[in-house]
């Protein structure tokens, strides 16, 4: 049975996310500042994690590599990194290495990295889903797994690119690591130590459950929106709809507007536990509409209650 | 076919909202004071009411009634009503009449206060269905049913009671008037006067269309937050997912805090919009959930965008 619990050492940290639960963990100390730090995706995430660390003071050289030419000489513009280089030269010259590029180009970015990667990289990721991308990673490291340490901040905006990057972004966000069988656990703890000095709070869970967490309380919800929104656009007198709809009409379809490119690749890399949580989702429907179609008002009111007071006792924690 | 027209005159706005269509108008004048608003229901809403009207110097005097004494007294203590005074004695004083009670309280209501009502008053109501309301209104008052102009102002916040009321509730929001044929142009035309001085803004339409709007609009999305909830708390490590969501479920989710007494009545007393609605939104879902599993990413992909290029383009209008 899966737990959240605030442990103080890294191997119990470990320990616990291996049994299927949740660990909080705190780092003790602040790490040594990595000589080079090489970034791949130079947009909100990768950006926003290099100026971070910059700000930390953890981080003397910060490189990045990619496919856009323009795109790195951007970055290198606005100061979010100091250098552009080939994906090679990134390879063997950076401490840590962070892939923040959507889901569906990790596999390619690695496959790039993987023969050139020095002995002591640290391999990390940014991406929504987990345990896919940790198949493919094995198929594509093989020994060197023990390298990439699989990441998931959680921290967004509704901007993207170069520019939106800020080093405070994951300031009193989560970061969680998914931890595998593989990796030393001075790996881990230095991950851990390190975006906890960039403000975030860090957790260690397996990746299976991140990924029914997440399609629960993230991708599903972010499905659900778009089909409430296709929904209204299918009616008869929809412009009208759209001109009156109000404040919770607002909030309730905010995550409506997000990446259609990134979204559409976290469905499918998060399928199996979307189609789960989605047949349940459309079973609490089901079970509703005939409490109102056979006219169940008792039922139907105790059934708005308990998600009623739920959400009133719910709070956003860091 | 249904359109928002803005309209200079009265009579057009009527006649446009008579057609199935929304007319927003602008009335010309600030009305004469009431001597004597009575207000049943001395709430948020009502009593936002009765602040309001004070404030733009358009009532002298707030009576009010209702089945607890209690209540009436601390709203007077609060300063949100002048008098509290028996149903009988408000039918037969206030020119105006705001019934701002819970949609399933409505029919009672109106039950005392038809056999005493002074052939003067406009009797108006602030619930958020309108088309039974309005058949319930005809069976109770008869010939009287002229004097009953059908409102609803889409103001609202989690707070309750007297003590919540804000002379300021209603600024920048709209109130929608669904004219009976039976009403006077004089009293629709006060009421919209009215209304806009208490800062809103006033649309006029008709009652069915009214309730597919805010079926689609409003009432949906709080069935399916409450689903949504509920689907989380059938899974079997829900406690952790509650600990892990963000700031999209918070957004997401907001609306699912709603008053289950109050929401419950809506959905009943709106069914059949409801119902229309809702299969709409399950049939998105299940073509989505068939992208999903035969892996038709690009399908999804435009599904997903639709939504998302709606969403952006929209813009929450007063």
Redesign the interface.
Known sequence: ????LPVSTLSEAVRVSFNDG?ARIAAQVKPEPFKTVGIIGTGLIGGSFALALKRAGLCERVIAAGRQQSTLLNAKALGVIDEAVSMEYLAQHAELIYIAVPVKAFSKVLQQLTPHLSEQAIVCDGGSTKYELIVDARAIMGERIRQFVPLHP?AGSHQSGAAAARSDLYED??L?ITPLAENSLDDIGLLAATWQSAGASV?CMDAQ?HD???A???H????????????????E?????????????????????????M??DI??AN?EA??C??D??????EE??AY??E?E?DK??E??????D???N?H??S
């Not at 929809?238 to 109000?246: V, W, Y």
């Not at 059934?303 to 009623?308: C, I």
């Open positions: 049975m899966p737990k959240l949740i959680i966000r989560k969680i957790y459950l029914k967490i997440f629960a309380t993230s599903l919800p972010h499905y659900i929106t778009a089909a409430y929104m296709n929904s209204l656009l299918a009616a007198h929809h412009e009208l709809f759209f001109t009156m709809a109000g404040t919770g009409f607002k909030d309730f379809t905010r995550i409506a507007a997000s990446s259609p490119e979204w559409n469905f499918y399928k979307m189609l949580q989605l349940s989702f459309m079973q609490q429907l509703a509409k109102l179609t006219g008002e139907m009111f059934w708005f209650k308990q998600a009623s739920k959400r009133k719910w956003l924690k």
